[in-house]
């Protein structure tokens, strides 16, 4: 075990869904919170590189203990339900109160949460976006006659593919209009609707800042014994939060054009105070495609990010704790600058 290191205290802000698999429903707000367990294996991972770390469950608990935090280093890991600006509150707290953070300021996390708005920055980016539309109400379904079937439909706002099954995928225009009216009225926000994207689901994570990257990876996530499974399914939230599927993730950044990463980088550089991020999507003969951006990903030890750095040969705590400096090191810059 290395030393342990005391000059910084880690202040994790963290809400938490202890649900049951098998009977989650696809609608359910709370399911984009991480299990408790994961919480508590980043509480002791951080324990094991740091003296002192705090978590708070909530932000009101958070704000009511500013001013014994002035000197340490938040990690904002509060994913809310129902506002799209959820994911944002904790970095804005930070920055008001003058207090370090990790990860994406509130600007990377509002564009990132908006499906359509990140994949237009995608694009800009020089990576390989869907086509689509946004639904914002009724009068804007006859626009889907435009798309090429198959497509995918959801909720514009929402992370952990909350609103999203194997139904969402819709083969003609009809069954994308009555989809997304029923999303419009169960999640009261504008509905993406794009072409389905076949290929391997494949997270590409950058760890950095500005236009430093310190360490890029690229994994695939595949189902044990069916190669093919996410060629023809979406990674819904059955998927992700079912025991039923032996998910598994495999290094793939030997496969990621230069040209790819080179535009990732473009990306990761626009944003600036992100620091970390997951960039998913599909990988096919005819290239990568985003799906989506993910700052606020999901820490724990065998998830996309953290699961995808292991192939970097950099271990769980060890990782954390490289994030913790990555993020002081850019606070440094600054103050030089």
Not at 47 to 75: C, G, T
Request: net charge negative; aromatic share 10%.
């Amino acid at each position: 075990m290395q030393q342990k290191l005391p000059e910084t205290g880690i202040i994790v802000v963290a809400d938490s869904f202890d649900y049951d698999a098998n009977t989650l429903s696809w609608a359910d707000r709370r399911i984009d919170r991480p299990h408790s367990m994961y919480i508590q294996e980043m509480l002791d991972a951080f324990r094991e590189r740091f003296s002192r770390v705090v978590w708070y469950e909530n932000p009101n608990d958070f704000v009511r203990n500013l001013p014994m935090h002035s000197d340490d280093v938040v990690v904002p890991y509060w994913f809310g339900q129902d506002s799209r600006n959820r994911h944002a509150l904790v970095p804005a707290i930070c920055e008001a109160a003058g207090i370090r953070y990790i990860g994406g300021d509130v600007y990377t996390k509002t564009i990132s949460n908006d499906k359509a708005l990140s994949k237009a920055l995608c694009r800009q980016a020089g990576l390989r976006v869907a086509d689509g539309l946004v639904v914002f109400d009724e009068h804007d379904l006859l626009a889907l006659r435009d798309l090429n079937y198959p497509c995918v439909a959801k909720p514009i706002f929402e992370g952990t593919s909350l609103g999203i099954s194997q139904n969402n995928i819709v083969e003609d225009v009809s069954s994308a209009q009555l989809l997304a009216i029923s999303l419009l009225k169960e999640f009261k926000q504008p509905v993406i609707v794009e072409e389905f994207l076949s290929g391997r689901e494949v997270s590409i994570c950058l760890l950095g800042y500005g236009d430093y990257v310190r360490m890029w990876h690229a994994a695939e996530r595949y189902v044990m014994g069916d190669d093919d499974y996410f060629l023809k399914n979406l990674y819904s939230f059955s998927e992700k939060k079912s025991d039923a599927f032996d998910l598994r993730l495999r290094s793939v950044k030997s496969e990621i054009p230069e040209a790819v990463y080179t535009a990732c980088h473009r990306l990761f550089t626009w944003l600036d105070k992100v620091e970390y991020i997951r960039i998913d999507g599909k990988l096919s003969a005819k290239g990568f495609a985003v799906i989506e951006l993910t700052p606020e990903t999901h820490l724990g030890a065998n998830a996309e990010f953290c699961g995808t750095m292991a192939f970097e040969g950099v271990n769980y705590p060890d990782l954390l704790a490289t994030m913790i400096e990555n993020s002081l090191e850019r606070y440094r810059s600054l103050d030089a600058s």
